[in-house]
């Protein structure tokens, strides 16, 4: 069973940038074998993924965050991070690690509900 726990989130004006970082544990669980993805939800929407990192190194973003948001993986601390820069009022959600996730044409899907607890970031104009 894996083990996911968010940090980092905050409230930050707009234009601005903060750093969620996942860690990820569990018997036998390694990052670098499973598919990890960031997802968001923002209050009265449904959750969306973000950005993923698959286990070749290849990299996915959901349109509205290309050029600002940034994944990225730390195999020793076995941690998924994603930076984010230049933040919008849009981006306002809780944002969820999930793991073991599927990609097809910026569609994320979580079929085995691995998620994380979740960390709040609001964004104001």
């Known amino acids: 069973q894996v083990h996911l726990v968010e940090s980092g989130g905050g409230s930050v004006p707009s234009g601005g940038s903060l750093r969620l970082s996942c860690a990820a544990s569990?018997?036998?669980?390694?990052?670098?074998?499973?598919?990890m993805a960031w997802f968001r939800q923002a209050p009265g929407k449904e959750r969306e993924g973000v950005a993923s990192?698959?286990?070749?190194?290849?990299?996915n973003y959901r349109e509205a965050v290309k050029g600002r948001f940034t994944i990225s993986r730390d195999v020793a601390a076995s941690t998924i991070d994603l930076q984010m820069n230049n933040l919008k009022p849009e981006d306002t959600g809780v944002y969820y690690c999930?793991?073991?996730?599927?990609?097809?044409?910026?569609?994320?899907?979580?079929?085995?509900?691995?998620w994380g607890q979740g960390t709040q970031v609001t964004v104001s104009s």
């Open positions: 999930a793991a073991d996730i599927r990609y097809r044409d910026q569609h994320w899907y979580n079929p085995y509900n691995f």
């Open positions: 990192f698959h286990e070749d190194g290849k990299v």
């Open positions: 569990g018997g036998g669980f390694s990052i670098t074998r499973y598919p």
